[in-house]
């Protein structure tokens, strides 16, 4: 029997970065498809010859990303992308009838539903969040905070899942990120996890995994 959510709560994408996305689809594509035709070129016209030769380095870069992309395989590589360029993501908590209680991020995609990991409840540590990238490389607040899920990767069983730490959902300003944040900790809270206040404001630890499930 399939394992069915029980709570289910939503993880917006801003609407700009699949905006950045569709952007960024149309330079990958013309990276991809510009150096294949000067080859077709080259081979009705030995005159286009050189230009062939020296879009192969180019070619051969974007075949070695996609590689690198793919080395846990087509079907996560696939589920990534098509991740974004639609708004509706979710986390939703899973009481499996044979598994352990979970959490798993995904969204819905030409009315598909499509899942990047599920962690159980079991391997959560802790739940923070705080600024990004962009605001340590700025100095100063740029508006990028972060929920960040820390767990056991060895409790942890799949491929997005084996480094120790999950960013849920994407930057947002640090109000906003807080009352995601909040969100999050009552829906991991439902699925019998307790949490404790931290070093600060913005991080909880969890407490004994006893009552996890039950």
Not at 27 to 39: A, E, K, R, S, W
Not at 50 to 56: C, R
Not at 104 to 129: C, D, E, H, M, N
Not at 155 to 161: G, L, S
Request: hydrophobic share 45%; aromatic share 12%.
């Amino acid at each position: 029997m399939e394992d069915s959510p029980s709570e289910i709560m939503s993880v917006p994408k801003p609407r700009r970065e699949v905006g950045c996305a569709c952007m960024s689809l149309v330079v990958v594509l013309f990276l991809i498809f510009m150096p294949l035709v000067i080859i077709c070129m080259s081979i009705v016209s030995w005159s286009h010859g050189f230009e062939s030769i020296a879009s192969l380095p180019l070619l051969a870069f974007v075949g070695y990303i996609i590689y690198k992309k793919c080395e846990d395989g087509w079907r996560p590589f696939l589920v990534d992308i098509a991740g974004e360029f639609t708004t509706k993501h979710f986390a939703e908590l899973v009481r499996g009838h044979n598994d352990p209680p979970s959490i798993r991020f995904g969204f819905s995609f030409l009315g598909r539903r499509q899942f990047y990991t599920s962690i159980p409840l079991a391997a959560i540590t802790k739940v923070s969040w705080g600024p990004g990238q962009a605001s340590g490389l700025a100095g100063r607040d740029m508006d990028d905070w972060n929920i960040a899920l820390w767990f056991s990767p060895v409790e942890a069983a799949t491929p997005k899942a084996r480094f120790p730490v999950y960013v849920v959902g994407s930057g947002r300003p640090k109000d906003l990120t807080a009352d995601l944040g909040r969100e999050f900790l009552v829906l991991l809270e439902r699925g019998g996890t307790t949490f404790t206040k931290g070093q600060n404001d913005c991080t909880f630890v969890r407490e004994s995994a006893g009552n996890v499930g039950h």
